[in-house]
């Protein structure tokens, strides 16, 4: 058993120097360090709140939020990543279906017959992932439709600009004429006006929340008309052009690796189909892999090289535009 516990804190060592090693730069920190140079050079430094989480709604944490708030690791980011889902889900509410996960699949895989400790590991991994994977993919679809209409939004401001509306009652105008989360957008920003907040911190928040560079060099965009002057609906025209060619490009770019993506999820697949298929063929011979420790390191190794080599496809198939 110590050997067992031995191998696996080995590989996940091995495991996180190469992620380490691998990694390189972030472009989203390098992005954001513009982003934000950009900002300080141009004065609107004011624009910045404290804290990302002064973007999400302010409202009263229940005993349940504050109790599981304790237990789970960085509370402000999680509560900042449930925001951008555009849903009513709360940290309590995230905590409650994680931890009922966990314990479910611990049951459930210990009445099949598998170990007490790999069935525990198994459980917190997919207990503990399964809901932040669809947070991330519901904030991803939801920050996807953001940015492919968002053009269309910056293209009905110009047109207002260019009436003879202010930039306040054109914000207002796109949230009630688009529908989506662009809409809901759009909106929260006119009705934080309305209450008080002044455009630039308005924005602000959304741009916190959102996350996108699409966004933040709108509001970058907004605040350098408001410094320096000049025609905010042409230099709008421009940013929409400019958006359009980014997703353009975005679009080229997948279509380009699309048949590398496909390759990495058949190559990836292949063992999990022919382990289900000899389960299914002769459960005795495989259900070793739940009893005997040998082959149980032995898998957990293959799973271990097997993560590596997808991760590394992974970053060889990435591009930051």
């Keep these: 058993m110590l050997l067992l516990v031995l191998i696996l804190l080995g590989s996940a060592a091995t495991l ?3 992620v380490f090693a691998l990694s390189g730069p972030s472009a989203s920190r390098a992005q954001s360090r513009r982003i934000a140079a950009l900002r300080e050079r141009h ?10 989480s002064r973007g999400i709604a302010n409202v009263r944490d229940t005993r349940m939020d504050l109790a599981f708030g304790r237990i ?15 849903k009513t889900w709360t940290v309590g509410q995230y905590g409650i279906a994680t931890a009922g996960l966990i314990v479910t699949l611990l049951i459930g895989l210990i009445v099949i017959g ?16 399964l809901p932040h ?17 968002f053009p269309d939004a910056i293209e009905l401001l110009v ?8 930039i306040s009652e054109t914000i207002g ?17 006119a009705d934080k006006m309305k209450i008080g907040r002044t455009m630039d911190a308005a924005l602000q928040d959304t741009a916190d929340r959102l996350g996108t560079p699409e966004f933040q060099f709108f509001v970058i965009t907004i605040a350098i008309q408001r410094e320096t002057g000049g025609n905010l609906a042409e230099t709008l025209a421009n940013l929409a052009d400019v958006l359009r060619k980014r997703a353009q490009m975005k679009l080229k770019i997948r279509a380009m690796s699309s048949e590398s993506k496909a390759s990495a999820y058949i190559i990836g697949s292949l063992p999990f189909i022919v ?12 259900g070793k892999f739940f009893v005997d420790e040998r082959l149980m390191v032995t898998g957990m190794g293959g799973v271990l090289w097997m993560s590596i080599g997808a991760f590394i496809m992974s970053k060889m198939i990435s591009f930051e535009i």
Aim: proline share 4%.
């Design 133 to 149: 994977m669809v947070v991330g993919r519901t904030i991803s679809r939801r920050v996807g439709k953001f940015t492919t209409r």
């Design 173 to 189: 105008l796109v949230g009630q004429e688009l529908e989506g989360s662009i809409g809901e957008e759009f909106r929260t920003i």
């Design 275 to 286: 382990f289900a298929l000899i389960w299914f063929v002769n459960g005795d011979y495989i």
């Design 159 to 166: 047109r207002g600009l260019r009436s003879g509306l202010p």
């Design 72 to 86: 789970l690791p960085n509370r402000e980011l999680l509560a900042k990543r449930l925001a951008m889902t555009g």
């Design 16 to 18: 996180a120097m190469m």
């Design 114 to 129: 598998l170990p007490v400790v790999m069935a525990t590991m198994l459980a917190l991994a997919i207990g503990a992932g």
């Design 43 to 52: 004065g609107a430094a004011a624009l910045i709140v404290s804290g990302p």
